[in-house]
């Protein structure tokens, strides 16, 4: 894996990307059917379904039912990807899947387009806002938030070799988006990934805006404050020893994502670590609960102070009080 | 095409265990159940589970009404898919028999529901699978017909009927009511059947109790559609006090009410 590739890969962004790594588990795998609501375009399916149109099926505009036929062809031992984008399954399929994939524990895969701020001038009604919070209450219910195409790749492999149950894979970014990964390194389920092994403080993210943390991570270097990066990548289940030995060691913990204050990562860590947060300066960069403006994704970033810059001042200010 | 007089015997037998089934149940477990809308399925479950429904069969049979699992819990019981004794945990505390099917493959229990409007699209997903590996079999799937205002079970409408899914059969179990008392016109047994025919289903109508009737129904297979029974039903069939009163589509049967009702069957 060069870093030629992987720049490509940034280039063409998660969504194409997803189709195209979708092209290779297809080779592997007999029992595979891939499915879209209308969005196997916009998920970079078109080749993939070109490929194997016996895997592949459209089912229309209609999330719900999407939910259920996945779930009929799970219990029939298909391995099953969906794909839709962020909102619309994981809020208005939202029981459905419970039913489905909770419930009666169907392992389906969804694969969730255009979370975060991702889809730009779509608005608010196409965001990712709080679709982690939504989805983390399913219980079984796997959530994974890659940062960058490579750990798309590894996370989408490990699901297709595994036996993981169902899952929520939320893709972030747009083509373009900085790389987190810049060589190949080791993916292992549930073991979030430390990304640079600094002393000064604790930032703790997930999903695609570790590119603006790593920029941010660069500028605070220069300002010689070293930080420490995990990349939480499996929000659920979470690896509560290997994050605790870290969080204990740091004063200073900072928690970035690209999602709503409440139900996040955020949550999730002040929720598991509660006792461990009390004697620290904690500080978090998320969205607002409330519907933001529109704007391009690099305008929303900013706007949010989740841009690489921001994050740097963000972190600066905290560090100095 | 008329039955066998055996036939028809058999399914008049198992309806009446079913039946008998539906009450004891209710009444030992001594809190409220779904009476009324577990016997408007009777003499449907009878015929699916004598003829079509066997123990790791390739027929498979969805209860979308997942209220209606006091019904389907004694079909079980009577074909021996489920012991007494598990029968008696019915509605106990702790126990996977409740008011709604909980999945239990090995006891002939093939999904969880209670959300309504859910079953058809799950169903279609096993007749999706059954076709791309050629598997023989019918995916039978009972809708009540409140539940038909869901607009997911709509959804699933149009897909089967895109796929193909010939080998997916539809149940309406057809009472006029709902949980709040008679369900409204635009649901009501004449325009569900206009609503399936539009969404370009193979549909069939007839009278949900007739044994003969149903026997034929289920036996339909169209070359390339879905096909759909809307079947009229009355809600507490054969229960003279309970019939079309809608207080016993929830509720709890006394010593007294119970041993009337069983004198009435």
């Given at each position: 894996m060069n870093n030629k590739i992987l720049s490509q890969w940034s280039r063409m962004g998660p969504r194409a990307m997803f189709g195209q790594f979708m092209i290779d588990i297809g080779k592997k795998n007999k029992d595979l059917m891939v499915i879209s609501a209308d969005l196997g375009r916009s998920s970079g399916l078109d080749r993939f379904k070109a490929a194997f149109p016996n895997k592949y099926l459209s089912v229309g505009i209609c999330e719900q039912n999407l939910i259920g036929i996945a779930s009929g062809l799970a219990r029939e031992g298909y391995k099953v990807f969906i794909t839709s984008f962020a909102p619309f399954l994981s809020m208005r399929a939202s029981e459905h899947i419970r039913m489905?994939?909770?419930?009666?524990?169907?392992p389906v895969n969804i694969v969730a387009l255009g979370s975060g701020l991702s889809m730009g001038f779509l608005g608010n009604s196409h965001f990712g806002l709080e679709d982690v919070s939504i989805m983390?209450?399913?219980?079984?219910l796997k959530i994974f938030s890659p940062a960058d195409s490579l750990e798309l790749k590894k996370i989408l492999f490990d699901l297709s070799n595994n036996k993981r149950g169902p899952s929520y894979v939320r893709l972030t970014g747009i083509p373009g988006s900085p790389i987190v990964y810049e060589k190949d390194y080791k993916y292992k389920f549930k073991k979030p990934n430390i990304l640079s092994n600094g002393k000064d403080c604790l930032i703790l993210s997930t999903g695609s805006v570790l590119g603006q943390v790593k920029v941010a991570s660069k500028l605070l270097k220069k300002s010689k404050i070293d930080p420490c990066i995990i990349n939480v990548h499996t929000l659920k289940p979470l690896n509560i020893p290997f994050l605790k030995k870290y969080i204990n060691n740091f004063k200073y913990i900072i928690t970035i994502e690209e999602h709503t204050i409440i139900g996040g990562l955020n949550s999730v860590l002040s929720q598991n670590f509660i006792s461990e947060f009390n004697n620290k300066k904690i500080f978090n960069i998320s969205l607002p609960d409330e519907f933001g403006p529109t704007g391009d994704y690099e305008y929303l970033l900013d706007y949010h102070g989740l841009s690489g810059k921001k994050i740097f001042r963000k972190i600066k200010n905290f560090l100095k009080n | 095409m008329k039955i066998k007089k055996d036939n028809l015997k058999k399914y008049s037998l198992l309806s009446s265990q079913i039946r008998e089934t539906i009450l004891k149940a209710s009444f030992e477990c001594n809190e409220r159940t779904h009476i009324g809308g577990a016997l408007s399925m009777v003499e449907i479950l009878a015929v699916l589970y004598e003829n079509y429904i066997k123990k790791n069969g390739l027929n498979k049979f969805i209860l979308s009404k997942g209220h209606g699992f006091l019904g389907l819990l004694s079909a079980l019981y009577c074909k021996k898919f489920i012991s007494k004794k598990k029968l008696s945990s019915f509605q106990k505390n702790g126990s996977e028999l409740i008011a709604h099917p909980i999945v239990d493959i090995k006891n002939g229990i093939e999904s969880s529901n209670g959300s309504l409007g859910q079953g058809l699209s799950f169903a279609s997903g096993i007749a999706l699978s059954y076709k791309k590996r050629k598997k023989k079999g019918k995916i039978f799937v009972l809708v009540g017909d409140g539940e038909c205002y869901e607009g997911s079970n709509w959804e699933a409408a149009i897909t089967a009927t895109e796929l193909n899914l010939n080998n997916l059969f539809l149940i309406v179990d057809c009472n006029n009511f709902q949980n709040d008392g008679k369900i409204n016109k635009q649901m009501n047994w004449s325009n569900l059947v206009k609503k399936w025919k539009g969404f370009g289903w193979n549909t069939i109508k007839g009278d949900g109790h007739n044994l003969q009737t149903i026997s034929n129904a289920l036996k339909k297979i169209h070359k390339n559609k879905p096909t759909v029974f809307l079947a009229k039903t009355t809600k507490g069939k054969g229960v003279k006090f309970m019939e079309r009163n809608n207080d016993w589509h929830h509720n709890r049967l006394t010593k007294n009410l119970y041993l009337q009702a069983l004198k009435q069957i």
């Open positions: 489905n994939l909770g419930y009666m524990k169907h983390r209450t399913i219980p079984g | -």
